[in-house]
């Protein structure tokens, strides 16, 4: 289904819950009746091009949103970013490891075992932490660095540096490696997990860290497949400004 | 289920691409696991980056000598090309590829091509439907987790460097599990190695 402004919001999510967070990261708040996304957008100051272009690309993974590039400012990708970064840090990672936290109390696992998972997750966030923070310290400010410049057309020294000193594709490989620990996690507890009593427990773990893994990887695959054709675009152009 | 073998896709129409996905999800063993246009800068890094084992690619993305030198740098690496052919592709093109998957067949022969395909690279990979370690396996986990090198546990075991990767990946595959610090967990987990042996 491609998702568009004349619809009601509440039809939209009926159909995929899994938006939820996204409209949350955008202030929307429950309770908005029988509004078109539209009207939503404008009652809370939401750019409707660039909201609808994120909820199509959760939605539906095919969903390449070429023509729409160009059509909202880099710093607005940027922004939403750095609000789901916070989503992940402040709420979904602390949600999951108060769960593993309180395994020992919920199960008859040994502890050697538990140990393992918990200082496994936390190797696993660590790794998260850093691959973020190094998207809000470097990547996200040149990119908001190189916006401005082709606009302005002053580009400064500092830009080309960087461009020479770091190239966009590795970043993506970057996304590759965060999403490997997450998923042996995910098939060690599946596949490997010794024998319990009362699995419950992680059964509720394993269906926190499936959320955890689809939103990621939506996050990433924006960054991946928006942020990153915009940027190498707006690479192009910088070299044939400076020419 | 076992294995899936992994595509990447390269071709620029996306009617194309939709309907080959469509076509390769009828089949359980394989799934695609990145499209591309064409296009894209520095293709040859990206799609390397997926390690698909299979890659089908539509051939008139290209001008002709740099089709060749793109078959050529990915025929060192240990995958099928399959070409994504029609009714212009001239003979010469075709080819260049072991298997083509013509857009004018039915969906009958393009099955068969896939599922040819399937059979192939299922054979090379008869060792990892087997999902539990051999005893050389966990010998090799087992110095893995220790923080052994590649190079360190071929000179210890008297084996080239090649063998040992291969065993890797072999154990990687058996498992379901990439990652150095997932190993250490199962190979813990199930007491491949000791406590007291990793730090
Ligand atoms: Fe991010
Ligand atoms: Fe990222």
């Known amino acids: ?243 | 289920m076992g294995y899936r073998q992994k595509i990447v896709l390269v071709e620029p129409a996306y009617l194309i691409r939709a309907g080959l996905r469509k076509i390769i999800s009828e089949l359980p063993g394989m799934s695609v696991v990145e499209t591309f246009e064409g296009n894209e800068i520095r293709l040859i890094d990206k799609i390397l980056s997926k390690t698909p084992d299979v890659v089908i690619i539509n051939p008139d993305v290209f001008k002709k000598n740099e089709l060749i030198s793109f078959i050529n740098k990915l025929n060192n690496e240990n995958l099928v090309l399959v070409g994504l052919t029609g009714r212009h592709t001239s003979f010469g093109c075709k080819s260049h590829f072991r298997y083509c998957l013509d857009s004018g067949e039915s969906k009958y022969d393009l099955l068969e091509v896939l599922k040819k395909i399937n059979r192939s690279l299922q054979t090379k990979n008869i060792e990892s439907e087997n999902t539990s370690l051999t005893q050389r396996e966990k010998i090799i986990l087992n110095r893995v987790v220790r923080g052994q090198t590649t190079q360190e546990i071929a000179d210890s075991l008297f084996l080239s460097v090649h063998t040992v990767n291969t065993h890797r990946k072999n154990i990687s595959n058996k498992l379901g599990i990439k990652t150095l610090s997932g190993l250490t967990v199962y190979a813990l987990m199930n007491k491949i190695v000791g406590m007291d042996e990793v730090e």
């Open chain 1, 1 to 243: 289904m491609l998702i568009q402004k004349e619809m009601k919001l509440a039809d939209v999510i009926h159909h995929d819950h899994f938006l939820i967070p996204v409209i949350n990261r955008f202030g929307i708040h429950l309770g908005f009746g029988d509004k078109t996304i539209d009207e939503l957008c404008r009652e809370n100051d939401i750019n409707t091009i660039f909201f609808l272009t994120i909820l199509n690309a959760y939605h539906d993974h095919e969903y390449f949103p070429k023509k729409h590039l160009q059509s909202f400012p880099a710093s607005l990708l940027v922004n939403y970013l750095l609000k789901s970064h916070q989503y992940y840090l402040d709420e979904k990672v602390p949600e999951i490891e108060k769960l593993i936290v309180s395994l020992p109390d919920e199960t008859d696992m040994d502890n050697g075992t538990l140990t393992l998972l918990e200082n496994f997750f936390s190797e696993y966030k660590q790794e998260l932490i850093n691959h973020i923070r190094r998207e809000e310290d470097l990547v996200y400010p040149y990119i908001v660095e190189m916006e401005k410049a082709v606009s302005s057309g002053v580009i400064p020294d500092s830009v080309f540096k960087q461009m020479a000193d770091y190239s966009i594709t590795d970043y993506e490989a970057e996304h590759e490696n965060v999403e490997e620990k997450l998923f042996d996690l995910k098939n060690i507890i599946i596949k490997y997990l010794p024998e319990t009593k009362d699995d419950r427990p992680f059964f509720k773990i394993l269906k926190e860290l499936f959320a955890l893994e689809n939103d990621l990887n939506d996050h990433s695959r924006i960054e991946d497949l928006i942020l990153v054709p915009k940027v190498e675009a707006m690479e192009r152009k910088l070299k044939s400004m400076k020419r």
